[in-house]
């Protein structure tokens, strides 16, 4: 071990000291009789043990019910090689929530190559799991949306034909009482073109006009003009804002669309007297990669209500066209908020439970806009 020190450079243990302690993936070494010998911070926090706890103690009595666990440490000790879990393990810890992991365990070798333990690397795939999800609903939301348009290229004109015969119609009766139904007919006509006109905006949307847009005002100016709107109701609007967030690159309009209509189906979710936070951080959990840029991290904006939240049933329903839960409404709102979501290619999810309130979280990447020469291709600094 003296030999082994000397070798490495001034610096390095406490380098591979602090690599171990910041590394957001646990890591669990086990000696040759099974005993926890290293435990780090993200092990604990996977796990909810604490080193305390785990270190000096049997790995198979304190990890008693992760059978799947203790099948790779058999296979790591006895193959001698890294053994991966081909599918997802569910880790149960300390707290009653189980935590979806990818594992790998791997023999842990002394200075002489004889094989005295097993290190097993845990990564939590909760952020997996919720991106794949994500990309399912817009893969969804993609065919009903093409399906959509052919629909209502296919309605609109012979609705346009109804309404020109009806307006005749109500022309030749002139003052007769029949008038009555030539209205009703144009009325209802003019409210399906509305439904007709949301759905081909759904499916063909304008192209984003990039820009560099200030979250915070944003979100502001739509709070200021909800608490009017809602000053008769006791409504409590709360910002919670990070100030340090600089402006990055998205449209402003569909971004107030976005924003605005879920801050509004919050306040109609909690009623009266009801309490909605809006908070936005700087997400480092999943970063955006794309050719010949560096990674960014995405801006992350909670919406948080007290109402009387989403049934299980529902929630998977939410984002497709013309599903909804009020008694007004065509359902096309939080599938427009997912379009608009992947065209900044970003995510939106939900997490609620009945009775105990609902979130929407909406991530957006952080990409600066830097002075640009006629194209609207981003710059990232």
């Known amino acids: 071990m003296k030999e082994r020190k000397a070798m490495l450079p001034p610096g390095d243990s406490k380098l591979y000291s602090r690599v171990f302690e910041n590394i957001d993936r646990a890591i669990i070494a086990l000696n040759g009789q099974g005993t926890i010998t290293l435990f780090n911070p993200t092990a604990q926090t996977f796990t909810g043990f604490s080193e305390r706890q785990a270190l000096g103690h049997s790995f198979r009595e304190l990890f008693a019910r992760e059978d799947a666990l ?124 509305v439904i007709i006109e949301e759905l081909m905006d759904l499916s063909r949307p304008r192209p984003p006009e990039w820009s560099e847009v200030n979250l915070t005002r944003i979100l502001n100016d739509i709070v200021l003009f909800q608490n009017e709107a809602h000053r008769g109701r006791g409504t409590n609007f709360r910002l919670l804002l990070d100030p340090s967030i600089p402006p990055f690159r998205g449209d402003c309009h569909l971004l107030t669309r976005l924003f605005l209509n879920l801050i509004k189906n919050a306040a ?56 909804t839960s009020k008694s007004k409404g065509i359902g096309l709102g939080l599938a427009t908020c997912q379009k608009i979501v992947a065209e900044h290619d970003g995510f939106i999810k939900v997490t609620s439970s009945e009775g105990e309130g609902t979130t929407f979280s909406v991530s957006l990447p952080f990409i600066q806009q830097s002075d640009q020469s006629g194209g609207n291709s981003p710059a990232m600094r």
Not at 72 to 96: C, F
Not at 166 to 174: I, N, S, V, Y
Not at 280 to 295: C, F, Q, Y
């Open 268 to 323: 109609e979710a909690v009623g009266k007297q009801g309490q909605i936070d809006i908070r936005s951080r700087i997400g480092a959990e999943v970063h955006l990669t794309k050719p010949g840029t560096r990674p960014v991290p995405f801006v992350v904006i909670d919406i948080i209500d007290n109402g009387r939240g989403i049934s299980a049933e529902d929630l998977d329903q939410i984002f497709m066209p013309f599903f």
């Open 70 to 193: 203790h099948t790779l440490v058999a296979d790591a000790q006895t193959k001698g090689r890294t053994i991966s879990a081909p599918d997802t393990i569910h880790l149960h810890g300390l707290s009653e929530s189980i935590l979806p992991v990818s594992v790998s365990a791997c023999p842990l070798l002394d200075h002489d190559g004889h094989q005295d333990g097993v290190v097993l690397i845990i990564r939590d795939l909760t952020r997996m799991q919720e991106l794949e999800e994500a990309v399912r609903r817009a893969d969804r939301l993609a065919m009903l949306s093409t399906l959509a348009a052919g629909l209502a290229h296919e309605v609109k004109n012979p609705l346009g034909g109804i309404k020109g015969a009806a307006q005749l119609l109500a022309m030749e009766l002139g003052e007769d009482q029949l008038c009555e139904y030539t209205d009703v007919m144009i009325k209802e006509v003019d409210r399906v073109n």
